[in-house]
């Protein structure tokens, strides 16, 4: 749902363990590069070819695309050298994040003003959504052996169905290659930080080996604050045939945070939640040439995502009302999707299909009774592509069928065309159509499903114009209108209450970007997104006015640096902690915060490096979500043998 509802406190109990809910799953991509792209492309490509797969699910250069689309680079994340995926999402434009607190908490992510269900996150190109909720939550998941993150902003169901409505993330995992080589870090900070991770990666018998290991842990800044995960991720290349592939990627992730809770409402002092996840994926990629040019490339693959969330909340001895709440969540996400492209010297036809088994159970105990549930759905689906070329005009239709065993079939298009002008700037425009299918929760949940609920639904409209700088940099500004229909919220049916197909709503807005090099080994990345929405139920919860982020990146000799800006707008927002129920603000606008991070780091020898994270530089005292006290002043120090 577009607004984030409210229930009577008797109902918490029962929710708790849907409030942490996320899954990871994985693809990517050894797929076959276009004509248009040269060979050595492929793993570290030029400013001026660089390769996205997101927005077509084909192997294509910026200019070959229509879609609004952002890279956040190797080089970004290195940089940056993040604990968490979070700093390295916030680089894209229009996308906005909000944690309940520090580190480890959930993390939901806002794009384009959509609700954080409305967004689809894929690992390697394998839907990562949870099925309980249909949320994605970032704030447990590590950076290791990322190789870059492409942002794909509008709606995308024609290509990838369901949840696609505020656009796509994509997180591609690095590949293998040259001799193998293995390295490690180790780092020590404030709130007793410490992070230990180890790497591999170079060929390995016949294939390719990407691997790395981490181990996080952190105190926190109050009491029950404190965090530790355990993650490792893995892939593997395997050539077939000159012209066939096999890969295999994975990732698991084994957590544990603190829950105290929103201050303003209520610490907990011994709540704590254990999310875990494994995930992996097995692709087949195939080639038939002609010479040397790629006449029809095919893919299919098979994914599994398998997560379980324990939350526990003993009684709270001496609280006004004593309280406990045991639960066990658990969902997964079983794919089969196949695709094949034909391509020609002016268009490149895809045609594919995907079926995909989605499931959750869910066993609750508390001071209020027990709850139960085991529900699962299945999903079958067609969609074709076109990429038409045709001089200096780019037109790229789709369309979609999917077919869900709970709430029927839906079609989604799109239309997204691009015309190259002069001074080689180009003019975009498209026009699409999504949607967002219930969550289990909200079709099955004890009490609260509806399994009569429709899908969430929109239209989008956007036109941008973008075009080269000076030194290969590239600027881009983009307007954008997306309308809901159909959105489910919170009805109340007597004493109860039930989800129901209940909102409409609005979004529109304006994105700013540029890359630009200042000069040699000096590089200034800067987005900007305006953001208004609108809704039928009132304002909506968490969206910024404005989303800004700039990184000033430098590399002289044997010294590096990441000077990195994160500023959001004031944004309507409630702690639900108001009077009568509590000393809180309850619902209002809540300002906005400015923040500032440096990473500075030193070349020892050729494969060791030293350096120093700063985070919150300034000591800003903000929150993104009300209630939730964000991180203060942190530091880290590390050192590093590189393994790539």
Known sequence: MLSIRHNARKYLPFASPFLYCAVASAQDAPAPVPASVPASSTEEPEREVEIVVTPTRTRRTLSETASSVTVISRRQIEEKKPLDVIDILRLAPGLSIAQNGTRGQVASIFLRGANSNQTLVLIDGVRANSPSDERFDVGNLAPENIERVEVLRGPQSALYGADAIGGVVNIITRRGSGPLRTGGALEFGSQSTNRQVVTARGDVGRGSLSFAASRTATSGFFANDDYRNNAASLRYDRPLSPNSSLTFSGRAEDGEVGAPGQQVLSFDPNARSKPQLFNGTLQFLNQARSGERVRRSDRASLGITHRSLRFDDPLNPGAAFPSFTNSTLRDQVLVADAQTTFEGTRQALSLGGELRREGA????????????????????????????????????????????????????????????????????????????????????????????????????????????????????????????????????????????????????????????????????????????????????????????????????????????????????????????????????????????????????????????????????????????????????????????
């Open 361 to 644: 159970n869910g066993d609750t105990r508390s001071t209020y009774g027990p709850s139960r549930f085991d529900r699962s759905t299945t999903t079958s689906a067609l969609w074709a592509q076109d990429e038409l070329r045709a001089g200096k005009l780019l037109l790229i239709p789709g369309v979609r069928y999917e077919n869900n065993s709970q709430y029927g079939g839906q079609v989604s298009g799109r239309l997204a065309t691009a015309y190259e002008l002069r001074d080689r700037s180009r003019l975009k425009a498209s026009a699409a159509t999504g949607f967002r299918a219930p969550s289990i929760n909200e079709l099955y949940f004890p009490n609260y499903g509806n399994p009569s609920l429709n899908p969430e639904k929109s239209t989008g409209y956007e036109l941008g114009y973008e075009r080269p700088t000076s030194r290969g940099g590239r600027a881009e500004l983009t307007a954008f209108s997306t309308r809901y229909r159909d959105l489910i919220g919170t009805r109340q049916v007597g004493q109860s209450f039930s989800a129901a197909n209940i909102n409409r709503a609005r979004v529109n807005g304006v994105e700013l970007s540029l890359s630009q090099p200042l000069a040699r080994g000096v590089d200034f990345i800067v987005n900007h997104a305006f953001i208004n929405t609108s809704s039928s139920s009132g304002q909506l919860l968490r969206r910024p006015r404005f989303v800004s982020t700039a990184d000033l990146l430098l590399r002289h000799d044997k010294i590096h640096a990441d000077l990195g800006l994160v500023a959001q707008g004031r944004r309507f927002d409630n702690d639900f902690a108001g009077p009568p129920f509590g000393n809180g603000r309850g619902a209002g606008v809540y300002g906005g915060f400015t923040r500032f991070d440096l990473t500075l780091g030193y070349q020892v020898q050729p494969a060791l490096e030293a350096y120093v994270r700063l985070g919150n530089l300034l000591n800003r005292r903000y929150e993104e979500a009300a209630g939730y006290p964000s991180q203060k002043f942190n530091f880290v120090i590390g050192l590093q043998s590189r393994a790539f």
